[in-house]
């Protein structure tokens, strides 16, 4: 294949936008689009090492349209597609991003969907005071930058494994099943800074509302048994009616030790209710409780993701929508990190917590989580979880680090049967790649009780961009 051929392909991903120059009149899509264009060219104009590495990172970061990709829920496959990304600021103070991207697997599985947010940034005027006037008092704890999220989703999914439910389940219990999700919702964001101990913590309090629809189908023949064949009173199974979801929460993103320490705590309550004929309204409450340590001093640990970023943005400043350049730095980077969660639905009235809304230990779960990776994907599954993980990352070259992990954990019916019996356990090692905005990807070999899993999954979302809405 010729260069002249290579170019031409790229370029007409992004709708052979390569126009000579930028009339008066030229939108600021277009002009984007244009920019992009030339970037394509500029970064996919040669067949070595290098320059394809620089091709395929512009390809898939670039804005406002790049080639989105990753790992689907485990047994669905690997899923490409596109994804569009454009940002509108119609003054100083608001600045609105919208995306959308739909990808699909060979093996049929796909996701749709639309993301929108609207930001709000405080008012930085400069207050004059006149000579001798004492200037305003500073509020202890006041608003930050804000966020306001639209979203709506679609993922058909036609291979989920289920195990039963409970601690106890075997490995010889496994079956299958399809699922179809359309969550449509809204969001908000509302960090809190200042000069208290209060605003020290970095406070956010968090909100939302969302209806899910899910549509529960039988598993693939060649994946062995389907659910209803085994499980047919599993909770949830026989009937699946629209789901109206709260969620309300705090969270702390505190630094201690300057700089020695961050912290990402969260507490979160959601209430899911249903119609009373489904039987299948419950509540839950998550507490989920991370540690970063660098262990280097001066040296970017890997932070959380960006607020203001849409899961098709990784932005690392509020004002651009450029991602972090491709870095093949040599300086040394590392991070200890410690993570307790714990997660608890219950039901009353009659109802039961449906089990596609329950947790997951082993592998990866629906989101694509690893909790316990050394047993096989969803193995086990409850109303309630507990789990510990302990890791360790270090950079090895440019993008690429390594990292070992140990986990703990079990699921049980209510938060009360997660103080007795043993903890299961994994222990886990691996590669992974961290490049600018690239999503990131982990390839790990893992240990359990039960024998030895091999992980590899590409992150659904760019590198720094906030997650996708949680399909349980």
């Known amino acids: 294949m010729t260069r002249a051929v290579i170019i031409g392909l790229v370029v007409g991903l992004v709708g052979g936008v390569l126009v000579p120059s930028a009339s008066a009149q030229e939108s600021k899509f277009m002009s984007d689009l244009r920019r992009e264009g030339h970037a394509i060219a500029e970064n996919c104009d040669s067949l070595d090492i290098k320059a394809i590495g620089a091709c395929v990172f512009t390809l898939v970061t670039a804005q406002p349209i790049h080639i989105g990709f990753g790992s689907l829920a485990p047994g669905n496959g690997f899923a490409f597609g596109l994804a569009l990304s454009e940002r509108h600021t119609p003054n100083e103070t608001w600045r609105i991003t919208w995306s959308g ?35 305003p008092s500073a509020r202890g704890l006041k608003l930050d930058t804000w966020m306001v999220d639209a979203f709506a989703q679609r993922t058909s999914l036609h291979t989920l494994d289920y195990y039963g439910i409970g601690p106890d389940t075997t490995e010889d219990g496994r079956t299958s099943y399809g699922e179809r999700q359309t969550v449509v919702g809204t969001s908000i964001v509302l960090p809190m800074s200042g000069q208290s101990w209060i605003g020290a913590l970095r ?77 299948s ?110 890791s360790l990352e270090h950079s090895v070259w440019g993008p690429i680090g390594i ?12 938060a009360r ?33 039960e024998g030895h899993h091999l992980i590899g999954m590409m992150n659904t979302s760019l590198l720094g961009g906030s997650p996708r809405p949680s399909l349980d």
């Open 101 to 135: 991207d739909a990808v699909a697997t060979f093996s049929g599985a796909s996701r749709i969907g639309g993301y929108l947010k609207f930001i709000h940034t405080p008012d930085l005027s400069i207050v004059v005071t006149a000579p001798g006037e004492r200037p």
């Open 203 to 279: 406070p956010a309090l968090l909100g939302g509302i969302s209806v899910r629809s899910v549509d529960i189908r039988p598993g693939r023949l060649e994946e062995g048994p389907s659910i209803e064949q085994v499980y047919g009173a599993a909770p949830g199974l026989a009937r699946q009616d629209a789901f109206l979801e709260l969620r309300e929460g705090v969270r702390l993103r505190p630094s201690v030790g300057n700089g020695r320490l961050h912290l990402n705590y969260l507490a979160q309550a959601q209430q899911f209710r249903t119609s009373e004929a489904s039987k």
């Open 281 to 390: 309204s419950f509540n839950r409450w998550t507490l989920d409780l991370r540690h970063q340590i660098p262990i280097y001093r001066g040296a970017s640990s890997f932070g959380p993701p960006q607020d203001f970023n849409g899961p098709n943005e990784c932005a690392s400043t509020l004002d651009s929508l450029d991602c972090p350049p491709l870095s093949r730095s040599r300086d040394r980077s590392g991070t200890i990190g410690i993570r307790v969660l714990m997660s608890s639905s219950s039901a009353g009235g009659g109802n039961q917590v449906p089990f596609y809304f329950q947790p997951t230990l082993g592998g990866s779960d629906i989101n694509g989580e690893r909790l316990l990776a050394g047993f096989d994907d969803y193995r086990f599954r409850g109303p309630a979880v507990l789990a510990l993980q302990e």
């Open 403 to 414: 990292f070992v992990a140990a986990e703990q954990g079990r699921v049980g019916d209510s």
């Open 417 to 449: 049967a997660l103080r007795s019996g043993r903890l299961l356990t994994s222990a886990t090692v691996g590669v992974t790649l961290r490049a600018g905005g690239f999503p990131m990807v982990t390839l790990s070999i893992s240990r359990g009780a």
